[in-house]
């Protein structure tokens, strides 16, 4: 009775999940994610939470501005989030490394390499990157708010060492 109250799809997927295990292979599904963005990746696969959560590993393909990401998640995996590129010629996803790395703007990169020794001040930063001051400022901001930069105190910053 209970299993008739369980949408069909998660039913499919649990009787996959005990397939893999008792003959020791392992499925790969593949399924489509909702147009509709969220914050954990995982809250994207299309349907009920229950089918991302019934499968051992998740891995989720997002086409965002700054590039293509495949996160991926799972029990026996740590939690990853790797830039990727598909070649259309040779037909193969190819990783290019960390998302975050990967996809920083060159202006944030260019912050980022002032900031990799120490705390710095705005003026310093201002001075090795040649930007405006007040866009800086600005992207300072967002970049304390990504978690890439800590505002040590008043004009001072330094690069978080595990951005997240």
Known sequence: MRAALLPTPLLIL??????????GIAILVIHH????????PIDTVSGTLGLAGCADTAMVLLRLSQG???????????EAEHA???????????ILGNAV???RSEERRRVMAVLAEEEVTI???????GMKRSNLEKLL???????????VR?????????PR
């Not at 293509?68 to 740590?78: F, M, N, Q, V, W």
């Not at 003026?123 to 990157?129: C, K, R, S």
């Not at 901001?141 to 505002?151: E, I, S, Y």
């Open 101 to 103: 790395d990967v996809h």
């Open 33 to 40: 994610t909702r147009k509709l963005t969220a914050d954990d």
């Open 14 to 23: 649990a009787g996959c999940a005990t397939t893999t295990a008792s003959v």
């Open 123 to 129: 003026d310093d930063i201002v001075a090795a990157t």
């Open 141 to 151: 901001h967002f970049m304390v708010k990504d978690g890439q930069v800590v505002r």
């Open 68 to 78: 293509t990401t495949l996160y991926c998640r799972g029990r026996d995996i740590e």
């Open 84 to 94: 990727i590129r598909f070649d259309a010629e040779a037909c193969r996803w190819s």
């Open 154 to 162: 008043r004009g001072v910053y330094r690069a978080v060492t595990n």
